[in-house]
């Protein structure tokens, strides 16, 4: 029986051989150690709770028409959904790829809508 496409695809090989569903992403050669306060800074502030973090000075990115395809992948997460038999038919008829074609018409859905609310506030 084959396995899913999905699971084999996220795996990838760290240099000791162990699998991860984690990218690995390899560091530059030229990158220097952390020193002892460096390392301790960093301690200290991934100790902290995330309501005792200022952002106020970070603004926060809310239109993401504008990001380069393929740099910035959304989190999946896996769901089950029941569909009409003729819309999956006519979806799956397309060929492979019949769940990215769906949340690709999703995304353009939110995103519309999205369009539709703030263009509703602006006018009010």
Same mark, same amino acid.
């Given at each position: 029986?084959?396995?899913?496409?999905?699971?084999?695809?996220?795996?990838?090989?760290?240099?000791? &051989?162990?699998?991860?569903?984690?990218?690995?992403?390899?560091?530059? #050669?030229?990158?220097?150690?952390?020193?002892?306060?460096?390392? *301790? *800074? =960093?301690?200290?502030?991934? #100790?902290?709770?995330?309501?005792?973090?200022?952002?106020?000075?970070?603004?926060?990115?809310?239109?993401?028409?504008?990001?380069?395809? &393929?740099?910035?992948?959304?989190? %999946?997460?896996? =769901?089950?959904?029941? =569909?009409?038999?003729?819309?999956? #038919?006519?979806?799956?008829? *397309? &060929?492979? &790829?019949?769940?990215?074609? =769906?949340?690709?018409?999703?995304?353009? #859905?939110?995103? %519309?809508? %999205?369009?539709?609310?703030?263009?509703?506030?602006?006018?009010?």
């Amino acid at each position: 029986m084959r396995s899913s496409g999905s699971s084999q695809r996220g795996k990838r090989r760290r240099e000791n &051989g162990e699998t991860t569903k984690n990218v690995v992403r390899k560091q530059p #050669a030229n990158r220097q150690a952390l020193t002892k306060a460096q390392q *301790e *800074e =960093i301690a200290a502030l991934a #100790a902290l709770p995330d309501d005792e973090i200022d952002c106020s000075d970070i603004p926060e990115i809310t239109n993401f028409d504008n990001f380069v395809h &393929g740099m910035f992948r959304p989190l %999946k997460k896996s =769901i089950t959904i029941r =569909i009409d038999a003729d819309v999956l #038919a006519w979806i799956q008829s *397309e &060929g492979p &790829g019949y769940q990215t074609r =769906i949340n690709y018409m999703l995304r353009l #859905a939110m995103r %519309k809508l %999205k369009e539709a609310e703030a263009s509703k506030r602006q006018s009010q």
